[in-house]
């Protein structure tokens, strides 16, 4: 069994400077957002093996701040392919990860994520609001294995959400 962890980027900081859109730095609300995100799967027990996140700066500081608060002891690997992808090009990704790794954490974009999500399960295409995380378990032993229609959604959770739970008290 595998499982995959998708998470969008954190809210973007518009207000600032930067030269092109990868560059865009998070805001401080994307900041909190993240850091929360990790105390969430670290809670659950949910912590990654492994991280690829996209090269943009606003997913490379999500992924870092929610590694950082979660206190997860597992590489990061920034991956090219995830900015302005498809879902077929990050399943391409995903299938080239070594089968050691269980649960893997993808950190990246929309519209994809939404739509590598639906790819995954099935059909449709989940609201990703940023800083969401969509969990999905698949009946894989090797990444190698991975096909669209394989995997059952577990849970999608937005930093919102949790925070009108209490979650994070």
Same mark, same amino acid.
């Given at each position: 069994?595998?499982?995959?962890?998708?998470?969008?980027?954190?809210?973007?900081?518009?207000?600032?400077?930067?030269?092109?859109?990868? !560059? +865009?730095?998070?805001?401080?609300?994307?900041?909190?957002?993240?850091?929360?995100?990790?105390?969430?799967?670290?809670?659950?027990?949910?912590?990654?093996?492994?991280?690829?996140?996209?090269?943009?700066?606003?997913?490379?500081?999500?992924?870092?701040?929610?590694?950082?608060?979660?206190?997860?002891?597992?590489?990061?690997?920034?991956?090219?392919?995830?900015?302005?992808?498809?879902?077929?090009?990050?399943?391409?990704?995903?299938?080239?990860?070594?089968?050691?790794?269980? +649960?893997?954490?993808?950190?990246?974009?929309?519209?994809?994520?939404?739509?590598?999500?639906?790819?995954?399960?099935?059909?449709?295409?989940?609201?990703?609001?940023?800083?969401?995380?969509?969990?999905?378990?698949?009946?894989? !032993?090797?990444?190698?294995?991975? +096909?669209?229609?394989?995997?059952?959604?577990?849970?999608?959770?937005?930093?919102?959400?949790?925070?009108?739970?209490?979650?994070?008290?």
């Amino acid at each position: 069994m595998k499982q995959l962890l998708i998470l969008r980027h954190a809210k973007s900081d518009w207000k600032t400077s930067f030269e092109s859109d990868h !560059d +865009r730095p998070l805001a401080k609300r994307g900041i909190v957002a993240a850091r929360l995100m990790g105390r969430f799967l670290t809670k659950l027990d949910q912590a990654p093996d492994l991280i690829l996140s996209s090269t943009a700066e606003r997913a490379r500081q999500t992924a870092e701040l929610a590694k950082q608060s979660g206190n997860w002891d597992c590489p990061l690997v920034l991956c090219g392919e995830f900015y302005g992808s498809s879902p077929s090009a990050v399943l391409s990704v995903i299938t080239a990860q070594e089968a050691v790794h269980s +649960r893997l954490l993808l950190t990246g974009h929309e519209p994809t994520w939404s739509q590598l999500v639906g790819a995954l399960t099935g059909g449709g295409e989940p609201r990703m609001p940023t800083a969401a995380i969509a969990k999905i378990d698949l009946p894989i !032993d090797d990444w190698a294995d991975l +096909r669209a229609g394989q995997g059952t959604l577990g849970w999608l959770v937005s930093p919102k959400l949790l925070l009108a739970l209490d979650f994070d008290d």
